[in-house]
Nanobody, 121 residues
Framework: QVQLVESGGGLVQPGGSLRLSCAAS????????MAWYRQTPGNQRELVATITNGGSSNYADSVKGRFTISTDNAKTTVYLQMNNLKPEDTAVYYC???????????????WGQGTPVTVSS
């Protein structure tokens, strides 16, 4: 089994900051990449940022310069530092990872449970 446990969401005023965390655990052989997505009611889930196990990162245009994705040294926990938050950043944020489980030959997608972020005064 593989689990992704997220934390760090909440209510913040415009211009404020939040840091999301997502810890992966279980029978993991290798993590290829980790990412953060977000979703608002009635809309599709959108990619916010990704980071590979080599450290390469990419961001949606809407968050470039404000959000930073990173991992811990073990590369099993991914963080999303969100600065200068705007009301349009309000969404449920989901952690995603592409990994290969122990005993498996194929990579698979796993998702966290989602953590809500509300940016409002």
């Amino acid at each position: 089994q593989v689990q992704l446990v997220e934390s760090g969401g909440g209510l913040v005023q415009p211009g404020g900051s939040l840091r999301l965390s997502c810890a992966a655990s279980g029978s993991i052989a290798i993590i290829y990449a980790m990412a953060w997505y977000r979703q608002t009611p009635g809309n599709q889930r959108e990619l916010v940022a990704t980071i590979t196990n080599g450290g390469s990162s990419n961001y949606a245009d809407s968050v470039k310069g404000r959000f930073t994705i990173s991992t811990d040294n073990a590369k099993t926990t991914v963080y999303l530092q969100m600065n200068n938050l705007k009301p349009e950043d309000t969404a449920v944020y989901y952690c995603n990872t592409v990994l290969r489980r122990l005993g498996s030959n194929n990579p698979a997608d796993y998702w966290g449970q989602g953590t809500p972020v509300t940016v409002s005064s």
